[in-house]
């Protein structure tokens, strides 16, 4: 198994390697540094050249540093790519095979990132593995995340999720939390007829106890059960943020497109917005 580290040197890649290097024991990691383009003018000279090599011989250095600072039987590697982040971390995901990526909720651009697009929640949603968007420091005795939380609706990707939590997370206390919400094909009305979410609110006591019992059942109860009403995803944060919790496991559709951009994605939401580190595991299906 080979985990991805996206590291630029900022304190958040710092807490990703951290992350990383505590929750994968055993796994091989694989750090990448992406240079990003830089706009030049002055090419007469060679001096375009000059400075990328300069570059990767910085990032190679900075990265193999890291790598020695590591256990002498810690298995690492480095890449350095030059490109944008987005396509370059994905284009390392794949060529070397990683089975989960771990990347900080922000690099070295801070607060100016959050209002260009985050490359975390790109990666979050196009990656075809797990992806963990570390916001804190490891525990500082290594021990798992105490309280996890999961949303969790009954879907496949939310019982993949859950599976993930529980087996990656044995000796935390995990509970899974229905947002109790009408779907979208409840509330469009060019689906269905202006009785269909009252016939939905009927059933809701019903539908809530059957979405819990599947996810008891699922987890062989060896977790806690919640439910909390409002819009999924600020629902999910602000539980999260009342009730302390240390790391958030969630499924993703992997929507992407036009769709994706008219109705959002809980998932992407909460990275942006949790107060703690999440997992976004992908479903399997899609």
Request: glycine letters at 6%; proline letters at 7%; one cysteine or more.
């Amino acid at each position: 198994m080979t985990v991805l580290v996206a590291y630029d040197g900022s304190e958040q890649s710092e807490f990703a390697l951290e992350m990383a290097t505590e929750a994968f024991p055993d796994q091989q990691l694989c750090l990448a540094y992406v240079i990003e383009p830089f706009a030049d003018h002055t090419e007469a000279g060679g001096y375009s050249a000059t400075r990328y090599q300069q570059e990767f011989e910085r990032a190679e250095s900075m990265l193999q540093e890291v790598i020695d600072s590591l256990p002498e039987d810690r298995s690492a590697k480095q890449v350095v790519r030059y490109g944008r982040p987005i396509h370059e971390l994905l284009a390392v995901a794949e060529d070397e095979e990683v089975d989960h990526i771990v990347i900080g909720s922000h690099g070295r651009d801070g607060a100016r990132r959050l209002l260009l697009g985050s490359v975390a929640e790109t990666v979050v949603r196009r990656a075809s593995v797990p992806v963990t968007v570390v916001r804190q420091p490891p525990s500082v005795d290594g021990d798992s995340p105490a309280q996890i939380l999961v949303p969790f609706d009954g879907s496949d990707p939310a019982k993949a999720a859950l599976d993930y939590a529980v087996k990656r997370y044995p000796d935390s206390e995990i509970t899974a939390v229905y947002a109790v919400y009408p779907p979208k094909e409840v509330t469009d009305p060019e689906i269905n007829s202006p009785g269909e979410i009252e016939n939905w609110a009927d059933h809701l006591d019903e539908h809530t106890e059957e979405v819990i019992h599947t996810a008891e059942e699922y987890a062989d109860e060896q977790i806690e059960t919640d439910t909390v009403g409002g819009d999924p995803a600020p629902s999910i944060v602000r539980y999260a943020d009342e009730h302390e919790t240390d790391h958030i496991v969630m499924g993703s559709h992997g929507r992407d497109g036009l769709q994706r951009l008219i109705m959002g994605s809980v998932a992407e939401t909460v990275v942006r917005r949790s107060p703690t580190s999440v997992t976004v595991v992908r479903d399997p299906e899609a």
